[in-house]
C-alpha cells in the first residue's frame, strides 16, 4: 500500500528529466498518473515502465518557432 493509493496525478512536462522521475516515483507509490508532454515519443515509453499505473495524454499542442 502506497502514500498516493487513490490518487490522480495530473503531470506535465512528464517525458523526460525530473518530471519522468516523478511520473514514476507517484506511481510507485500507488498514484494513477495522466502524464503529458510535447515530445509524444518519449512519452509513450512511460506506458511500457513495467507494474506502474501510468497512461500518457496527447494534448494536440504543437511547437511553433517564433520571429
Known amino acids: 500500500m ?4 487513490g490518487k490522480v496525478i495530473v503531470l506535465t512536462a512528464a ?3 525530473i518530471g519522468r522521475a516523478t511520473a514514476i516515483a ?5 498514484a494513477q498518473v ?3 508532454d510535447i515530445n509524444e515519443s518519449k512519452l509513450q515509453e512511460l506506458e511500457k515502465y513495467p507494474g ?10 504543437r511547437v511553433h518557432k517564433v520571429l
Not at 506502474?52 to 496527447?58: A, E, Y
Open 52 to 61: 506502474k499505473q501510468l497512461s500518457s495524454l496527447n494534448l494536440g499542442f
Open 34 to 36: 495522466i502524464a503529458t
Open 15 to 17: 517525458a523526460q528529466g
Open 2 to 5: 502506497g502514500r498516493l493509493d
Open 26 to 30: 507517484f506511481a510507485r507509490e500507488g
